[in-house]
């Protein structure tokens, strides 16, 4: 608490004598025109210090007599080291010590520079991984993966699913989206100090009790041994989600007593063990008749990324992974005959949570298929989503995304548009991407987004967050993948899983609106439509339908 004259008071020290005032039950909120700063632009207090490059990140951290750590693991994802020769290691410039962990070897040296250096310097041998050791054969785990015995859930089903499919014309999809890395400008880093008395760790983690129960059980502790000192991150997207840092850290400190260590994960190193984004293919069936969609089956197959996470932290769980089924379960459309069901992959590279998570797949596999019912229904994208809209305050956000973008149906000469709607975390959102084609490929022109966060509590953050979460969507959905070859994946800096570009991106026109009674979060449901409405704004525009991620196998962008 800062009082008017800038005394700071720590609230652990007003405990005592709040304790003594009788709690109110009967408050209710202030009118909200005597609000001071809910729903006006508040400057963040840490901007200056970003922009002038002054605020201490995790990377920066420094300690006396520190000594800096970098690690060559097993690119197959946890599996063991077999045999390493570090001669070459040893004699290089700063090196210290070369030490053997779990699944692969550290490098101790008197800068990271140094310590990374030598580490790729480590000859070793690796034990195979555990899942398929190339790509297409992920892809044939998956497509064989629609089987009762990897049911995760029939999520939702309404009328006589195989008797609509019956009626009318049919329509039948198949979609898929890749494994994707998180990538940070951040790499992977810590600080750790082990003593007789237990350790110390200093990383940027989003669950700092799973960081005291890896780094603990990595070493033999307990918990309560292990002090967090939670840092700033520079980017996560569910990359500080996971403890591929924090258990390796722990082991180098552990070998290394009374001396702190800093870790820093190369790019490289960071790509290879990165836990990415879960690999999904949907299929989808559907008819149309008289101008309705009259059905619509909706299955997808995927490994399952929230139940990985989990286990890794802990606390494993024997249920559905709910994530698979974000976007794919929750259509607000009045599809008389509808299901979805999603199939856990088994014995894939483990995944993880990546912004905005299952929607991120699921949500385009659903709005590029209504699309397709859409079109073969003979209706208007934008129209039929609104008629079809069984939520008041969801239908709200396609018409103000309608009205934002004067959708008045097909643009011609080359230019087209997409719409897609889908609701993550509760906050429905849809969105208007609008392309033009050139002698060198696609070009975005302009986006149009429309969320409903029940309060816009800050402006100025709704919208950058809002704008971020279409940028990464958008540069996602053209550009990226990840792939393997021999167990470990072969995409490992920027160069070869690119963002979109400065001059790819559109020009972003954000609107939030409050209809609906709770505040909701925004961070992440930005992501899930910008794929299927550039898709489905390509298809408008070429007569193309691009059903699988990333789009630029299938067309070139400008």
């Not at 009045?334 to 699921?362: C, H, K, M």
Request: with cysteine.
């Amino acid at each position: 608490m800062i009082l008017p004259n800038g005394t700071k008071i720590a609230y652990v020290d007003l405990s005592a004598d709040a304790a003594k005032i009788p709690p109110v039950l009967d408050a209710k909120p202030r009118d909200p025109s005597t609000w001071r700063m809910l729903g006006k632009p508040m400057m963040r207090l840490d901007i200056r210090e970003k922009v002038m490059g002054e605020l201490k990140f995790g990377i920066d951290m420094k300690m006396d007599g520190m000594l800096y750590a970098s690690v060559k693991l097993n690119p197959a994802k946890g599996q063991p080291l077999k045999s390493y020769d570090a001669g070459k290691a040893r004699a290089m410039p700063g090196v210290k010590k070369i030490l053997e962990i779990k699944n692969g070897v550290a490098v101790i040296a008197t800068n990271s520079w140094y310590a990374m250096k030598a580490a790729d310097a480590v000859v070793c041998e690796w034990a195979p991984s555990a899942y398929p050791a190339e790509q297409a054969d992920h892809w044939k785990v998956l497509e064989s993966s629609f089987k009762p015995e990897f049911l995760g859930k029939e999520w939702k089903k309404i009328g006589d699913i195989e008797g609509g499919l019956k009626t009318g014309t049919r329509v039948e999809a198949e979609y898929r989206a890749p494994y994707v890395a998180h990538q940070p400008l951040e790499p992977l880093n810590g600080i750790g100090l082990v003593t007789d008395k237990g350790m110390e760790i200093w990383v940027g983690h989003q669950s700092p009790r799973f960081v005291q129960y890896v780094a603990a059980t990595a070493i033999g502790l307990k918990p309560e041994q292990v002090t967090f000192h939670n840092q700033w991150t520079g980017g996560s997207f569910g990359h500080r989600l996971e403890y591929e840092n924090v258990r390796v850290l722990a082991e180098i400190a552990n070998q290394m007593k009374g001396t702190p260590i800093k870790l820093v994960f190369s790019r490289e190193e960071d790509f290879l063990q990165d836990i990415p984004r879960q690999i999904a293919i949907a299929r989808h069936r559907g008819s149309v008749d008289k101008g309705k969609i009259v059905a619509a089956d909706l299955q997808l197959a995927s490994t399952a990324p929230l139940k990985g996470l989990l286990e890794r932290s802990g606390t494993p769980s024997k249920d559905p992974d709910g994530q698979l089924a974000a976007g794919l379960w929750n259509v607000y459309y009045d599809i008389p005959n509808f299901r979805a069901t999603s199939y856990e992959a088994q014995g894939l590279s483990p995944s993880t949570t990546w912004r905005s998570v299952g929607a991120s797949t699921s949500g385009f596999f659903t709005e590029s298929f209504i699309d397709e019912l859409i079109h073969a229904a003979g209706l208007d994208p934008m129209k039929a989503r609104i008629a079809m809209c069984t939520v008041p305050h969801y239908r709200k956000v396609l018409e103000t995304v309608a009205e934002m973008s004067d959708w008045k149906g097909p643009l011609g000469n080359g230019r087209g548009r997409g719409v897609a709607f889908v609701e993550s975390f509760g906050t429905p959102t849809a969105e208007v991407v609008e392309v033009s084609m050139t002698d060198r490929g696609i070009r975005i022109d302009k986006v149009w987004i429309a969320v409903d966060v029940g309060k816009v509590v800050d402006p100025v953050n709704f919208e950058n967050q809002v704008q971020g979460g279409v940028v990464w969507g958008l540069g996602h959905a053209i550009n990226c993948e990840l792939t393997y070859a021999k167990g470990a994946v072969q995409q490992t800096n920027y160069n070869h899983h690119e963002a979109m570009r400065i001059y790819q991106c559109p020009v972003i026109e954000v609107r939030g609106l409050e209809n609906d009674p709770k505040v909701r979060g925004v961070g992440e449901p930005p992501v899930p439509p910008a794929a299927p409405a550039l898709a489905n704004a390509i298809f408008a525009a070429t007569g193309k339908r691009i059903r699988e991620m990333p789009f630029n196998k299938f067309i070139d962008f400008v």
